[in-house]
């Protein structure tokens, strides 16, 4: 590796660590709201929902502990999500579930995910019962949500789901079914990928494997940086390149 001062060294491996979470994503939805629209990145107490109808926009872990703080401050909480996701609650008998993850043998996943989903149907049980949308897809094919505290609410009734946002009306939000709420305060959650680091350029590493990988995510030779959703680095066996990014910002919404 040549650095900009001109020094050269050999390493084993490079760990792309940049980052992607840096740009917030605001939807555009038809119609004028009355109320107040921000991003979560402006989101710093709890306090700021007290006296208010808030909706949270998103499904993913950070939209989670919002909806969480709104469901205990604001004066209704909801909470909207346009597709289903697992929920994992951050302990299994008393044991955070990391660290089940961290034992000395690694569990394959087809024996993980049978075990795991077992585990939580019996555990969790069904998350329709309480407005979730059922997940369209198996057990870790997406990042799972790790809250145990949205699933208290939920049932408890301090947090409503909603669907997917469809248009603004004064001081209503319109949803796709057709369905409106009240709103005081919407608070969207999501990024913009911004994964613009250079490595996975020919010039920078030009191993065959890693741009057929780089490219089955939508990434081409002449694009230069790479822009993509996600890489698992367990699927490059060869090749210098550790590159992963394991939740595509905004993909919970």
Request: aromatic share 6%.
């Amino acid at each position: 590796v040549t650095t900009d001062d001109g020094t050269t060294r050999r390493y084993k491996g490079v760990v792309c660590a940049s980052g992607t979470n840096w740009s917030p994503r605001m939807p555009q939805h038809l119609g004028e709201f009355d109320g107040e629209i921000r991003h979560a990145v402006t989101h710093r107490s709890a306090r700021e929902f007290q006296g208010k109808r808030v909706l949270v926009v998103g499904l993913g872990n950070s939209a989670a502990d919002i909806g969480c703080d709104a469901a205990q401050h604001a004066d209704v909480a909801f909470i909207s999500t346009r597709r289903g996701y697992h929920v994992i609650p951050k302990h299994l008998f008393g044991v955070p579930v990391d660290q089940l993850d961290d034992g000395p043998v690694a569990i394959p996943r087809w024996i993980e995910r049978p075990v795991m989903t077992g585990l939580l149907r019996l555990i969790v049980g069904d998350l329709t019962r309480w407005g979730l949308p059922k997940p369209d897809h198996r057990l870790f094919e997406s990042h799972p949500l790790l809250n145990s505290q949205l699933l208290h609410h939920l049932q408890h009734g301090d947090l409503t789901v909603v669907p997917e946002i469809d248009h603004f009306d004064g001081p209503d939000v319109v949803f796709v079914d057709g369905s409106r709420e009240q709103v005081d305060l919407v608070l969207v959650i999501g990024r913009k990928l911004d994964y613009q680091l250079g490595y996975g350029s020919p010039a920078v590493f030009p191993h065959a494997r890693f741009l057929r990988l780089a490219e089955s995510y939508g990434v081409r030779r002449e694009d230069g940086p790479i822009q993509q959703r996600t890489v698992d680095d367990r699927q490059i066996e060869e090749g210098p390149v550790e590159q992963t990014c394991p939740a595509r910002p905004g993909a919970a919404a």
